[in-house]
């Protein structure tokens, strides 16, 4: 470094961000993760912050250096530091700060430590280091516990207690490891007894971990406190043992820290409206940082090695780590290519504390004797090349899958309950209903009951008395009859009269009779309408509020079913989105991945959903039981879009699995994903139900019935008016699977399969071209085994609608899959002597030449050669061209 006498050194020219403590909430809010603004979550370019400190003179310096002034002279005001060289002589030095004699434990952890826990605390890994000469004050700065004196506490409690407060306990974690390093073993201070902890570098992320060390988790103030005190008490022990003093070793506190951050998201709504209360659980997500503190070996050792009487290798060890992290210090701030990390195991666990994924703050301590002039200028020199050290800092979070899926399945838990709730009370209050109704019935058919007894009482009495009168009356005629005929003996008289009297008694009681039947009869009458009026008016009312009632209930039930699809899709996707990931993550690819919905036709997605394991399976399976293939299929039709989406990326998923088919079909599956193609209203849905019909058209079982549900005339339409290559390439694959099956490949022609084939050739997509030459290949085969058997006859269905220059143009196409079909496929039209002339003049027979030399199958090879020698028209015009074969 040049360096002006009298003049100012700079570490760096730039001063990018202070080293000032900020205003912080003075009491966090549990469960908000982010209590600060959030910065830039990508990378953010920071530099070393290098504080310095001076010690003031202990009782020695004090004695023995009493005529001598100090050799350095600070102003912190400037942030500069005076090194005396001589009595008229001095270099100036700037510091991110300048610390003086006088500064508190307080100041120096504000200035040093806090932004890094911070910034910890906000996500980003941090390191606090004290380098310097021993007995400088590096372990006062950082290690002190404050026992006796609470303004002692150093940087480690400190940063605890500020950690502490920003933690909510519930969703967040810390722990610690406590270490030393001596002699380039690493030795765990929590149990000492385990003395050789490796270092491992995650190969993707640089990330360091020490996966031996103990880690304590840590919930309390106090329970850090004891875990230093044990660490500092193993510490002396195990250099009592060694016979050394704990300033040749190196002091490591790792403090791990995993925040549970929560990232709100849209709100799911339906067309209706009424499903707003589906709030997308909000994505959790985990951060984790670490913060190192490192209270560094004495500095001095660097330079005296074996000169204090050390053992050489001891010294040898000592020095290692601290002249690798200088020299790593220097690679870094001179920008070289080449930072020797891996020489020593210090540097090798600092390796993403410096120019890596870090936020870093050094101290240097040095002291004010003149004697130790030359460890202090080295020292302060260490300072000034580490401000020139610039890291990049990385925020660590990752989607917690785990939790989320856990989240969804909770809410379908509580709809689920939900419903049974509301369906339970619907069944009690329509049988509390029916109740009602049968007591207001028995009710109403007793009065009336009753009421019929009384008038019929009330007749019977009538006619009683009638009788009675009567009877009195007959009597009363009689006893004249008598009389008069006692007359009538001695004269004519009143005889007559009496005969009349009697037939007029007669009428009147016929009269009477005849009143009463007809009374009896309107009260029988009467009886039946009321009953019927009754009955019919309490039904009535009854049944239009059970009708409501149980409209409202169905609506409600249906919703809620329709939500529990929703919610069982977004949780199948998202298995199969963390399952996707985890095995990105597991083979340490960023490859792409196959989305759920993405139903894809080939075997490749078969296997994937068979990989996928238990989980998804399961899932699957739970679908199935709970809420019943119908119930999906029935979906498919539901008047709202966002519904029917859903319910077809389910079908899909279920479509994909081999075992699922048959079910399907049978509950109708088909058919409905063959309405949703021919309704054409979503691209998705088109796309979607155009790859579970691929699918299914993969087992020929289903291809005749795809044909007989009218299918074939369906893909054609769709090939020819889609224009998204991912319909297309479904499309595309379902007439391939169909194109294989000898059955319907008459039907598969006159409906235009072939023509629908050659449209989609427009997309120009390798993968769709892929699966049109697929189609072309199988139809060629199946129609030369028919032409063999004498099914066929005349020229290829393929020429006739107009293949063949496609077939000729791909035949030597780049992209592997699609060429060796369309081999295969112009080797199978070749066999047959009638296409023979076509494929002369279509320019086929120079493939066919190129195909039997050049091709890399052995079999195609083959194929080709004796189809060339044993059909007479390729024989006559190879001759003819004089080409010999
Ligand atoms: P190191 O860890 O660098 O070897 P220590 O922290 O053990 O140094 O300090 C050596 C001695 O100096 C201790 O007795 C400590 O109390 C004292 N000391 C260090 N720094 C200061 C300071 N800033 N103020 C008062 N005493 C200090
Ligand atoms: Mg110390």
């Known amino acids: 470094m040049a360096s002006n006498r009298n003049g100012v050194q700079r570490g760096s020219a730039k001063f990018d961000r202070p080293l000032k403590p900020r205003l912080r909430p003075s009491s966090p809010s ?24 001076l010690r003031p003179r202990n009782a020695e310096e004090m004695m023995a250096d009493a005529d001598f002034a100090d050799c350095v002279e600070v102003q912190p005001e400037l942030k500069r530091l005076k090194l005396r060289r001589n009595n008229w002589d001095s270099d100036t030095y700037e510091f991110d700060e300048v610390l003086t004699e006088f500064a508190s434990q307080k100041r120096v952890y504000e200035v040093v430590a806090k932004p890094v826990v911070e910034s910890v605390l906000d996500g980003y890994n941090g390191t606090v280091m004290a380098y310097g000469q021993t007995g400088t004050g590096k372990t006062f700065t950082l290690g002190r516990l404050g026992d006796g004196d609470a303004s002692d506490r150093g940087i480690m409690v400190r940063s605890m207690e500020d950690i502490f407060a920003d933690l909510s306990p519930d969703t967040d974690f810390v722990t610690v490891s406590y270490l030393q390093l001596y002699m380039e073993t690493l030795q765990d201070l929590l149990n000492p007894a385990n003395d050789n902890i490796p270092i491992v570098e995650d190969p993707r992320n640089g990330d360091v971990s020490l996966p031996g060390a103990t880690l304590v988790e840590i919930t309390d103030q106090q329970s850090i406190l004891e875990l230093l005190r044990v660490g500092e008490a193993n510490r002396v022990a195990a250099n009592t043992k060694l016979n050394t003093e704990s300033s040749r070793s190196h002091a490591i506190l790792m403090v791990h820290i995993k925040r549970s951050v929560l990232e709100s998201e849209d709100i799911v709504s339906s067309q209706n409206g009424d499903a707003s209360h589906l709030t997308k659980p909000s994505k959790p997500l985990v951060r984790k940082s670490k913060l190192v503190v490192v209270d560094l070996a004495g500095s001095e050792r660097v330079h005296k090695s074996g000169s204090e009487g050390h053992m050489l290798e001891e010294a040898k060890s000592i020095n290692l780590s601290l002249s690798s992290l200088g020299k790593c210090i220097n ?29 870093t703050s050094l101290i240097v301590t040095i002291g004010p004797s ?18 020139k050290v610039e890291n990049m800092l990385k925020i660590k979070e990752e989607f917690d899958y785990k939790s989320l899926s856990r989240k969804l399945e909770i809410q379908l838990d509580k709809l ?15 049988e509390k209903v029916n109740l009602e109704a049968q007591c207001r019935i028995a009710e109403v058919e007793r009065n009336f009951a009753d009421a019929l007894e009384k008038e019929r009482l009330k007749c019977q009495m009538e006619y009683m008395e009638l009788v009675k009168e009567l009877e009195q009356k007959l009597v009363l005629n009689q006893e004249r009859h008598d009389c008069n005929n006692f007359v009538a003996d001695n004269g004519e008289g009143p005889a007559s009269s009496s005969a009349d009297e009697v037939a007029e008694a007669k009428m009147l009681l016929e009269t009477e009779r005849n009143r009463r039947k007809a009374a009896e009869e309107e009260v029988e009458r009467l009886k039946s309408q009321l009953g019927k009026h009754t009955q019919a008016e309490a039904e009535d009312v009854e049944i239009i509020k059970l009708r409501n009632i149980l409209e409202d209930e169905a609506n409600q039930k249906k919703r809620l079913e329709e939500e529990i699809i929703i919610l069982r899709s977004q949780l199948l996707q998202l298995n199969f989105e963390a399952d996707q990931m985890r095995r990105c993550l597991e083979n340490g690819s960023s490859g792409s991945t196959f989305s759920a919905t993405d139903s894809s036709m080939t075997q490749v997605r078969h296997s994937q959903f068979k990989d996928t394991g238990n989980g998804q399976k399961s899932s699957v399976a739970t679908l199935f039981e709970q809420v019943g293939l119908q119930k999906i299929l029935s979906l498919l039709e539901s008047d709202d879009a966002n519904v029917r989406i859903h319910a077809v990326k389910v079908v899909a998923n279920l479509a994909a699995e081999e075992a699922n088919q048959k079910r399907i079909v049978e509950a109708g599956g088909l058919s409905s994903l063959l309405m949703l193609l021919r309704r054409y209203e979503d691209e998705t849905v088109r796309r979607v139900a155009a790859g579970a019909i691929a699918n299914l058209a993969m087992n020929e079982a289903n291809q005749e019935l795809i044909m007989t549900e009218g299918g074939i005339t369906l893909l054609s339409m769709t090939a020819s008016d889609a ?14 699977n169909l194109c294989g099956n000898d059955r319907i490949l008459m039907t598969l022609r006159s409906q235009g399969g072939i023509k629908a084939l050659l449209g989609i050739v427009r997309c120009g997509h390798p993968d769709v071209l892929s699966q ?5 290949a199988n139809f060629a085969k199946c129609e030369s085994r028919a032409s063999n058997q004498g099914i066929k006859s005349g020229r290829s269905f393929l020429i006739e609608d107009g293949a063949l220059p496609w077939i000729v143009q791909n035949a030597n196409n780049e992209a592997a899959p699609i060429r060796r079909h369309i081999e295969l496929a112009l080797c199978h039209l070749a066999q047959h002597e009638v296409n023979a002339k076509d494929l002369i003049s279509g320019g086929a027979l120079w493939e066919l030449v190129r195909i039997s030399r050049d091709c890399s199958r052995e079999d195609i090879r083959n194929l080709a050669r004796r189809t060339l020698s044993s059909v007479s028209t390729f024989k006559s015009e190879l001759r003819r061209l004089r080409i010999d074969y």
């Open 331 to 359: 690679a870094l701030a001179e920008n070289n290519a080449h930072v020797p990390f891996r020489d020593s195991k210090l540097t090798r666990m600092l390796r993403d504390s410096f120019g890596g994924t870090a936020r």
């Open 416 to 430: 689920i309950a939900e419903n049974e709730r509301q369906q339970k009370a619907f069944e009690d209050e329509v």
């Open 370 to 387: 003149p004697r130790h002039r030359g460890e202090t200028s080295s020292t302060i020199l260490f300072g000034q090349r580490a401000m």
């Open 772 to 776: 049109v030459a697929r189609g072309i």
């Open 30 to 53: 549990p469960g908000s993760a982010l209590r600060r603004p959030a910065r830039n979550s990508h990378a953010v370019p920071g530099r070393v912050r290098v504080a310095v400190r």
């Open 723 to 736: 224009e998204d290559p991912q319909t297309l390439r479904m499309v595309a694959g379902a007439i391939a």
